[in-house]
């Protein structure tokens, strides 16, 4: 996987039309683009986007794999299988003799062509397909002639085969569309996070459990401001565009109130009233949706303090603070979570905590501490992070940490994920680096 496991997006990608007869083909992608699933690499900040990473799957991405499959050296070579099989049917039934023709089976290379060339390619091989076969079954003079209903199967089966490259195309065409659009909302609920942005040196993993989406109920994000830089990370209830609606409307309050408000406790209240709000939004809209809550840790940087961390919880896991020296919990006031204060009234408790330079704060979801093995046995995050600094201290610098817990997550559950999984990793910068300078490490990771 990668740093963050959110992908990096440099702007809108712009979407490629696909010309009548064309192959729908994605053009180049940079490290803003999809990468693939469980393979994750990791990709760092580069010109001032982050990485994200993803879980690698159908629709859009199947035909980009594809399509690179046809390429060699840049160069489409669509047409080579198609036109082997022609050539290699036609000497065949060159060598046969007697009643057996092979030549009827030349109705296989406009199929052939259909599933991996464009709309223009497929109807030239269903035309020379119909040429080879008059000409194969009138010239050579050995063979007996197959008749005009196998010409009539050949230049039907063309016709056929044409056909269905349309709506394979256009159907290419709308995956492609629809990735584009997933990507799009993705970078706006997930917005790309400059390297040293804020002053953090920072690297994720965001991995969805549905092989469908691109994005889901988790979320996080870095703001900086006047008061310091805040950092929050959280999971909406449920899964779906109802998840994904009440993500954008915490995130949207995070960047405002973290930025204009001195008060950590008052970016709390804030984040509050905006769950309540929208909940209240999506019961006058009728929507059976109407109760979901989020759970979430907002942690505060001062500016005047550099090892000090302030961290308050919304029902949610507390961060890890991961450094050569080990792995140490930074718990706080077990608060619930956001939408349910009428329940527990009363301000949220905020903790103070000394960090060290060289520790790394790992916050992560449900995703990760409720993955099971085969057994039903819980991910043992915390331990499994202690021995893997234990062994090699450089663990603990951000783009490693999570990658190793993306890694482990994944390979914990055997592959396959339960819930949305989020993992995001944040260091303060040394001060002699400035903020928004390239890092060496840091940023989303792409799957």
Do not use: N
């Amino acid at each position: 996987m990668t740093a963050l496991l959110s992908v990096p997006a440099p702007g809108s990608r712009a979407h490629r039309r696909v010309a009548p007869g064309k192959s729908a083909e994605r053009p180049e992608r940079d490290a803003a683009g999809a990468a693939p699933c469980f393979a994750g690499a990791v990709s760092r900040h580069r010109r001032g986007h982050g990485p994200l990473v993803r879980h690698a799957r159908a629709g859009g991405r199947d035909v980009v794999r594809r399509q690179e499959l046809l390429r060699v050296r840049g160069r489409r070579v669509a047409w080579v299988p198609p036109l082997l099989l022609l050539v290699a049917i036609a000497v065949a039934d060159y060598h046969t003799i007697g009643e057996f023709r092979m030549i009827s089976w030349i109705v296989l290379v406009p199929g052939i062509a259909a599933a991996i060339c464009g709309v223009w390619g497929t109807a030239l091989f269903a035309v020379l397909s119909l040429v080879t076969y008059v000409v194969a079954d009138s010239a050579w003079p050995h063979e007996d002639q197959a008749g005009r209903a196998d010409f009539v199967l050949v230049a039907l089966g063309g016709i056929l085969a044409t056909l269905a490259c349309v709506i394979r195309v256009r159907d290419e065409h709308r995956a492609l569309h629809m990735g584009d659009v997933t990507d799009t909302i993705r970078r706006t609920v997930l917005r790309p996070l400059p390297p040293g942005w804020g002053g953090l040196d920072h690297a994720g993993v965001y991995l969805t459990a549905d092989t469908h989406a691109r994005v889901g109920g988790d979320f996080y994000d870095i703001q900086p401001g006047p008061h310091g830089t805040r950092v929050l990370v959280g999971d909406v209830q449920g899964k779906g565009l109802g998840a994904v609606e009440a993500a954008a409307a915490l995130l949207g309050t995070f960047r405002e109130a973290a930025y204009h408000e001195a008060d950590l406790a008052t970016v709390a209240e804030r984040l509050e009233i905006r769950m309540i709000r929208h909940r209240g939004h999506t019961v006058a809209l009728g929507r059976s949706d109407g109760d979901r809550f989020a759970t979430a840790v907002l942690l505060a940087c001062p500016d005047d303090d550099r090892e000090a961390v302030d961290v308050l919880l919304f029902g949610h896991e507390p961060p890890l603070a991961v450094g050569p020296g080990g792995v140490r919990t930074l718990s706080a006031g077990a608060g619930l979570p956001l939408g349910c204060r009428d329940l527990a009234p009363g301000p949220p408790e905020i903790r103070r905590w000394r960090v060290a330079a060289d520790e790394t704060l790992l916050l992560v979801t449900d995703g990760v501490t409720e993955a099971r093995d085969g057994t039903g046995v819980f991910y043992p995050l915390a331990d499994e992070v202690a021995r893997a600094v234990a062994e090699d201290p450089g663990t603990a610098e951000p783009a490693r940490l999570a990658a190793f817990v993306r890694d482990g997550t994944l390979r914990h559950g055997g592959g396959h994920l339960a819930d949305d999984t989020t993992v995001f990793a944040v260091r303060r910068r040394p001060a002699h680096r400035r903020p928004g300078g390239e890092a060496p490490e840091g940023g989303r990771l792409r799957s």
